[in-house]
Nanobody, 124 residues
């Protein structure tokens, strides 16, 4: 069984930065792609960023490209999301997820393990 636990969320002003972490317990993450999704009130959960199993390939949603950086440390079974130049529209609950394969994907149904989420609020 795999458990994913996010941390690092909080309240930040426009233009600020936060670093989210996703720690995994149970089976090693190193064979699987991982991703961050987010869900704002009244909206669908959306893909934010994804990273391949060994970290060599990353993908980003257009809304965060150039501002967010996804990374992973397989030795620590941990994934990160560095969020810079935060905007009020980035306000959401952020979830980490583990994909069924090693390749990055953007569809929610491709991910079979999810964390409980961490709230990110950006004030204007």
């Amino acid at each position: 069984q795999v458990q994913l636990v996010e941390s690092g969320g909080g309240l930040v002003q426009t233009g600020g930065s936060l670093r989210l972490s996703c720690a995994a317990s149970g089976r090693t993450l190193s064979r699987y792609a991982m991703a961050w999704f987010r869900q704002a009130p009244g909206k669908e959960r959306e893909f934010v960023a994804g990273i391949s199993s060994m970290g060599g390939i990353t993908e980003y949603a257009d809304a965060v490209k150039g501002r967010f950086i996804i990374s992973r440390d397989n030795a620590k079974n941990t994934m990160y999301l560095q969020m810079n130049s935060l905007q009020p529209e980035d306000t959401a609950v952020y979830y980490c997820a583990r994909r069924r394969t090693a390749v990055v994907g953007r569809e929610r149904n491709e991910y079979n393990y999810w964390g409980q989420g961490t709230q990110v609020t950006v004030s204007s």
